[in-house]
Structures are given as C-alpha cells and as structure tokens.
C-alpha cells in the first residue's frame, strides 16, 4: 500500500462516483468547490486507486473514503493518511458512513460545524416588498457590489462565481425602489441533480425584516417547481440563520462533525 498525493491533472472522478453512492444525504454544492480547491490524496494498492482523501491548506481533512472491499481496514488505511498528510483536524458529515464510521474513534472532541437542512413541510409563502426577478449578465456589476458590501468578498472571486450563477440561470434577487435588498440561489446539485442547493443573501439594510425567510421561500417553490427537492445548510454558530431555515420548513437531520487529532 501507498499513500501519496493525486497530481491536480489525475482523473479519479470514477472512485468519487463509487462515494456518492453510499451517502445517505447529498453533499450541498458548496463543498464540492472547497474539495476542489484542496489537495487529493491516494491511497494504492500497487497500481490500482483503492481510496482516496482530500486535505484543505489547514490540514483538515474534509473527505475519506475507501472502496468496499477495503473497508474492513479503512481505520487502518485512515490512519495512515492522517500521518503522511499531517492533518491535524478532520470535518465529516453524518451523511457519510463510510468517512464517519472510520473516523468515529477520532472523534473524542467533535463538535457541530454545520447543520444540514432538508426539506420537512409547506409553509406558505411569506412575500416582502419588491421585485422578484431573475439576474441576468446586465445585472452582474451590481450584484457583484451588493454581495461586496453584504459578505465582504473579494471582487475577482465574486465575478467568477456570480458569472457561473447568472449562466445557470442559478440566481435571483429582490429589488425595491432601485436597490438590491438581497439574492436568491437555486443551484442543481452537482451529484444530484434531483436535488437543489439554496442560498441567499441579505444586504445589512434590509436584515431582520422578514426578506431572508421570503428570499429562501422563493428559492425553495423554484426548486420544487422544477422538479427539485431543496437542501440547503449553515454554520452551527449562525443562529440566525438557523431560525430563518427552520422558519421556512427545513428540519436538520444531518450535521457536519468537526474535532482535532
């Protein structure tokens, strides 16, 4: 056996496959960009990829998984990862039992990271005042602004992403009397494309009045009117964020379990 880094040119998009089949919950879209922007790590048995790991430049390792029938040694093979990669904390989701049930001995500090919400039950629909509408590659320039002064972004990160939304006909956003009060994200799960992730964001003027419960609402009847059950996920330490979720009919039945080594 060996474990050594995958060079970021290496396809081992058929060994994540085999991984998305075993969740018992979709990962939401957000984390399949951190994976991408972390290093790969394999895990061989002479030439053939066995299993794989993905460390973030904090070395936390934010995924593990072996193929089946390699699992009676996963904790083995985990093990051995976490020396050659150096990785000092691990965040795993409750969604992944392969990950989870390796990393469980672990796990004797773990915390809640983030709280992942499915769809539950119909609330209706709570509309705020304003212009609901579609963004389109005009609208680039403001949003770009609007997200800048609601997140603090940086610029050429929020151009790249914003430019991908707009063509996915991914983003909407609320407007009254010529201002951006906040945006709406319906994206196809890059997994699951049954499955929709939802965001969004509310400009600091307008917060706590009512807009991000109208905003996820909204995200939530386009999902589902394209066929779509909606996901969508926050922090553990965003209690707002947790309420305006729940508000709008998501329970958490998963989690992401954070805890150093």
Known sequence: MEIRKIERNHQFTWIQKEWYKTLT????GMWHSFRELAQPWGIWEEDLLI???????????????????????????????????????ILVGTNNPVFLSAAAPLLKHSKIHTYL??????????????????????DLERLIKFCQESTGGPESWLRTYLEGLIQRE????????????????????PSSPDFADLGMIVHPDFRKKGYGTDLLLRGKIIANEKGMEAICSCEASN???????????????????????
């Open 25 to 28: 919950r979709p990962e939401d």
């Open 51 to 89: 299993g794989y790991g993905i460390v973030n430049s904090e070395f936390c390792l934010i995924q593990f998984f072996m193929l089946s029938d390699y699992l009676m040694e996963k904790g083995l093979f985990l093990k051995k990862l976490i020396e050659e990669a150096h990785v000092s904390s």
């Open 117 to 138: 919400f499915d769809e539950y039950k119909i609330v209706t629909p709570f509309e705020r005042p304003g212009t609901f509408k579609k963004a389109k590659p005009v």
């Open 170 to 189: 991914e983003i909407y956003f609320l407007e009254l009397e010529g201002k951006i009060v906040g945006t709406s994200e319906v994206r196809k799960n």
């Open 239 to 261: 209690d707002a964020s947790f309420k305006t979720i729940s508000n709008c009919g998501f329970v958490s039945f998963h989690s992401l379990l954070f805890s150093e080594i």
